[in-house]
């Protein structure tokens, strides 16, 4: 026959588990940003099935730290609560003035994408009108095809420059081809080929 647990001596487990866990993250942090709930998931326990075991948090504290509770004092707790209305203040501050620089941004972009072709366009010169820094412009924006993107709201087009010179270079292989099948001098067709390649390197 399978004996049953001793309920007393659960009961002790749980509660020596819930102290060496208490004394731990009372040791790391400060009472008041540690949480019963956080006491009781470190120890591998429900919370509300071993409430019955301490009176409260302050109980559990005094138990664990043999020390009574520290009492928040009220200029400390004002003091805190006010750091942290300054820290959310500055962080929303932060956050208005990267969305107006995000927006002068696609608003400069949309203005030089428009009146210039898309490889005339260069981050530097973006950078230069915006008065903006590598880094925030990195903040906002994954690169220059993002930023087309996000200003114009299609897809970048590829270098036009490129396209056409590679165009024009299979015209000319077409043209090598005939004129070589036809006895025709191809010294012309392959000199205008190599200015062409020239003007790719150059890319």
Known sequence: MQTRPD????????????????????????????????????????????????????????????????VDDPAEKAARREERSRRRKAQTSRQAQRERTRAKALETARRLFSENAYDRVSLRRIFAELGMTTGAFYASFESKDDLWVQAMGTPPPGDRAVTRHADELEAKLRELVSAIRSGTDPEPIVSESEGLLRRLETK
Do not use: C, W
């Open 7 to 70: 309920r007393r001596a659960l009961k002790e487990k749980t509660r020596a588990d819930v102290l060496i866990a208490a004394r731990r993250l009372f040791g790391e942090r400060h009472y008041k940003d540690v949480t019963l709930v956080e006491i009781f998931s470190e120890a591998g326990k429900r919370a509300g099935g071993s409430s019955n075991l301490f009176k409260s948090k302050a109980d559990l504290y005094a138990q664990a730290m043999g020390a009574p509770a520290p």
